[in-house]
């Protein structure tokens, strides 16, 4: 796929997708957070209806502490990995108010730094808190960008760079969002729905499996 044809995919999905946006639900660059690390192999659905209760009663890494561990999991019990992401959020909670006075840095090294927050959850907090243009590889993206063809490559950082070198500038804010929400109710992980993807012209895998 040549940079014509990369832009002019682009253009298409941001028709497709007038509001390319996370569907987390939050109010806060914290919330946002504690979010997105619930997210982890779980689903915005889910996260959103444990949030909705929990941010009600504790939304700030003060009542968050004030909760407690098992206070916390009361919360997010109906969430996967709902132990050992309510370690992390105390944790995180902690270096928050030792280190930033409660606030969510702005650096990738300082959210990395925090625990159970990975180069992805950085990249979304960068660039949906912060607008940065930064691209956070999920599963959905990284079986995207092979399959449509915009990436060749094995490891979710590998997929990552080479989105970061073929994505046109304008579209970088957005392509996060745009890519996520494509492979989450169009290009499906089993059966994608080809018949209504307004990029079959210039995806790879379309190519191959409609002769």
Do not use: W
């Amino acid at each position: 796929m040549n940079s014509q044809q990369i832009s002019r995919l682009f253009e298409q999905l941001a028709i497709s997708i007038p509001q390319p946006k996370t569907e987390l639900i939050y109010k806060s660059h914290f919330e946002l957070l504690i979010s997105v690390v619930l997210s982890a192999q779980a689903t915005d659905k889910s996260v959103n209806k444990a949030t909705a209760l929990l941010f009600e009663v504790a939304n700030t890494p003060e009542q968050i502490l004030e909760l407690g561990e098992e206070g916390l999991k009361n919360y997010i019990k109906t969430i996967g990995l709902f132990n050992t992401k309510a370690k992390n959020i105390i944790l995180l909670c902690q270096k928050l108010l030792e280190k930033y006075d409660g606030n969510v840095p702005h650096e990738r090294a300082e959210l990395e730094g925090l625990a159970g927050v990975g180069r992805k959850t950085a990249n979304v907090i960068l660039n949906t808190a912060f607008g940065e243009p930064t691209i956070a590889v999920d599963t959905h993206i990284f079986r995207l960008a092979n399959r449509i063809g915009l990436a060749n490559a094995n490891t979710v950082l590998a997929v990552e760079k080479e989105l970061e070198r073929v994505i046109p500038e304008k579209f970088k804010l957005d392509a996060h969002h745009l890519l996520i929400l494509h492979g989450r109710y169009v290009c499906t992980a089993r059966k994608p729905l080809c018949e209504k993807c307004v990029i079959s012209g210039y995806c790879e895998f379309f190519q191959l499996t409609s002769h």
